[in-house]
């Protein structure tokens, strides 16, 4: 081990942690019902572990990192564990660590006794999940990654269940589970093509295997459906909406700040990494898939009732962001255009870290109100400022983040993405030349519904009055609570205002992939992407400006309005006499977009007349996928599985025939 | 083709006798007759094996016989008659298909092990050649012993005749397994009737009747 230790320092330290992950996890199981033990203990240790993984893949970004291998001792005889620690792998594992801890510390206040799985057991399945996570970034053939992936699968489906004893959540948890199931088929299956017949597992005999284009194709849309499945890409996304609201809030908040980024990890290392160019069309396709996903997913996150169905759908379209950037690198790969790609890339990469850091926190910042309130429908909250001011004031960095505002981090990311595909004149295609810059009006799109989403999210949650009387009484997150959402706030802050460190971070990672890195321009204050004379822009600047003209306006109001100021009710126009039902809802306000997309839902609802006595308004909003695609799927399953129990007689003396036959059908064929 | 010795000539004989056991069995109805044409089965894998163990030298061979005399002339017979006046078995119910179809299909099947042994047959280079067909159509009959019987203890007679078929295939053709493997096996067998017998009971408390199709109601719709 020491000859190994000093050839990989770091590869063997983030597999130490995952290993402490792993032992956080077991004395979990210590005193499985002792919450101090567990929450106070366990999960601080977990995230100081978080750290260290973060930590770890920070130094494996370092510009003198050259990429590490090992070969575990662990594995089948004479088909041992690879591991791999090279950029993309540490950039992945910074995001795991440093979102990872954050949510650790979260937990650390969250997890009450009484609620489902015994906190023991919870946190067993919660630093599994988390180790099984790491483990995907760091494996190096296709035999440990798809053990670390299905064990991945399987910790999030028992977290997801943790509320077993409802109908609703086993119902969501299995859905999740045949989704999963599905998706890892084709990753199999796509490993499978990627050998060549060597029947290599490593990675780097995939890497060095010559296929034929037709095959290559093959492999990449395996990959595709594969990690699509798990990314949660329209049509595949359905079990996301499903499965994220039904989970305990950090886990959701792990499953969609982290566990979607296992699949984006999985598709950049195969279609990038491990292929080495391939037509244009890839990309296209991605590309398509990307924009339509990121637009369903804005437009039901627009119409939604629940707020973690909200967040879930707001995630499909962040997911749709990423892997239509993913889908623009590899248009440019596929005519060299290595710097663009690498402009693509950055995107995504950034991306996929923002929305690690802002749906973490908005998840989290749910969990807290619902354990404050009992309530998760919207209809229900409002006016919770007042009495959570912490939690209301994170929700708020993070709302603004995530809709893409300056000087947050999630603008830097979306510019780049824009910035990018302003540049897709440059593609020596014609046809894609027109193309492709329809994409930034959809991403435009996509943004701007995302930004009216969040204002809905925050205003009815957060302002106006409290809808429930019982409102009145909900307390603020405990401080273990506040560290977790503050430190994700910061990371989200802190994206913003340096966003040319994460260009030049995210270069060692482009660098590796495609072989060019985006420059962050001649002046250290300012990211200029293309060209200084193009577009610019400075995060550290915007900052500057902003709280110097917030400032000064606040000096002026103070000034000229000195004791005019008063309180009044919130919404009030001028009516005294309004009740908080007369606020405006969280249906109201998606009505506008649910009449513009309205052939995009199914929607069922009941207008009462206006003479009712006793009125009544119900509307249910359903996916039209699910109609379209899976039931008739599932019916088609069904009849099949129906044909096949024929065999099951349940006679002995025909299923002694069946191994008869096979038995003599199996000496023919030696014959 | 030299002319076969005397040796190779009754062990010919005695695998005939075996393949005619086998028929016997397959057409045979009483329980009671079903033991003695197993044990009868035993007695020729006996002399089989030590006319093998004395023409071609092999020592190990002695030992193999001595275990099957122990164990398929005496040991298991007794078990299963035992077995048979504890649970008051006397005949077993009319086959699934009838006695003169299954000889057809039996016969079929005989041809088959034929035809399927004689690439095997002709690379052979032991005393013994046509011996291996025989000893695939007593496995094949056992196995359409097995399928065609309605009561749990004729299919485990139908197991123990289709093992002697494996055994003499193994004996005839390559002088018998290691001598660890054969051990293995004979003591699976004798556990294997052990927990049959043990299932026998649990059954007949069940559904009053070692018959088989009584299980069918198991099944969930």
Redesign the interface.
Known sequence: MNELATAAPTAVVVLGLVGAWLLVGGLGLLRPNAVGWVARVLFPLGALIGLGVAAAGVAALLPAFAPQRLVLPLGLPDLPFHVRLDALSGFFLALLGSAGAGISIFSAGYFRAGEGTAPGLLCLQYHVFLASMAMVMLADDAYLFMVAWETMALSSYFLVTTQHRLPEIRRAGFLYLLMAHVGALGILLCFGVLHGGSWEMTFDAMRASTLAPFWMSVAFLLALFGFGTKAGLVPLHVWLPEAHPAAPSPVSAMMSGLMLKTAVYGLLRVSLDMLPGGPWWWGLLTLALGLGTALYGVIFATVQTDMKRLLAYSSIENIGLIVAGIGLALVFRSFELRVLAALALTAVLIHAFNHALFKSLLFLATGSVMHATGERSLGKLGGLIRRMPWVAAFALIGSLAIAGLPPLNGFVSEWLLLQTFLQTPRIPHAFLNMIVPLGAAVISLAAALAGYVMVKFYGVIFLGKHRESSLAAARDASWLERIGLAWLALGCVLVGAFPQVALDVAGRVTQALVGATVQRGPSPWWMAPVAANQASYSGLWYWVGLLLATGATYLLVRAFYRGRTRRTAQWDCGYPWQTPRMQDSAEGFGQPIRHLFGPVFKIEREVPLPTDAAPKYRIQIEDRFWAACYQPLGRLLQRITERMAVL??????VY??Y??LT??FL?VC?? | MPAPTFATQVLQTLAGALLLISFAMLAERRSRRLVTLLIWQGVVLVTSTLLVAVTAQQPHLFFSAALTLALKVGVLPWILLRLMRRLGIERDNEP?VNVPTLMLVGLGLVV?AF??AQ?ITALATTVIRQTLGIALAVI?LA??M???R?KAFTQVIGFLALENGLFFAATTTTYGMPMVVELGIALDVLVGVFIFGVFFFHIREQFDSLD??H??T??ED
């Open positions: 099951q007689g349940g006679r002995l003396a002694l025939l191994s008869f038995l003599i000496l030696v014959l | 699934l088959f035809g399927l690439p094949l196995l359409l097995i399928l065609a309605r088989l199709h299980l069918e198991l099944k």
